[in-house]
């Protein structure tokens, strides 16, 4: 084999790999979250990460029994939430939400998110469209039947 030839099959094999992580990396809503297990959770955000493939949401709740749990609320891609009315100073920390969405399959303390609702009623979708979500007429881009 030439130089020219190994360098041209080592440049696909990284592109190749360079193109598999972010795919492997975004998943299908059913792959982690389960429709049949809604949640509804009030807290204080600690941390918002306006990262991809997508944004996370990180509040404290305060359980039944009165001890606080640390939620993760995955939310659309950053480019997706700006569009839909998020900034970087929307969920400072320290702001009270109420965020609607589904729990994770494993039971863990993570959550997809659907609408998230401020203490003066403003409501954001914060879902991830197309990925196998529930329709549930909340998302503004699914067709109206």
């Not at 696909?12 to 492997?24: D, E, F, G, H, R």
């Not at 998110?113 to 979500?133: P, Q």
């Amino acid at each position: 084999m030439s130089s020219r030839t190994a360098y041209v099959a080592v440049g696909i094999v990284l592109t190749a790999l360079a193109v598999a992580v972010p795919v492997w990396a975004h998943h299908a809503f059913s792959a982690e979250f389960d429709a049949n297990r809604p949640v509804q959770l009030k807290g204080t955000v600690t941390k918002m990460e306006w990262i991809n493939p997508h944004a996370w949401i990180h509040i404290d709740v305060s359980a039944q029994d009165g001890e606080v749990e640390q939620w993760m609320v995955e939310g659309g891609t950053p480019n997706t939430l700006f569009r839909r009315g998020f900034t970087k100073k929307s969920l400072m920390p320290g702001t009270v939400i109420l965020v609607d969405g589904y729990q994770a399959k494993d039971g863990t303390l993570k959550a997809n998110g659907r609408n998230l609702t401020f203490e003066d009623g403003r409501r954001l979708f914060m879902g991830s469209s197309g990925t196998g979500a529930p329709r549930d007429g909340r998302d503004p881009t699914e067709p109206r039947r």
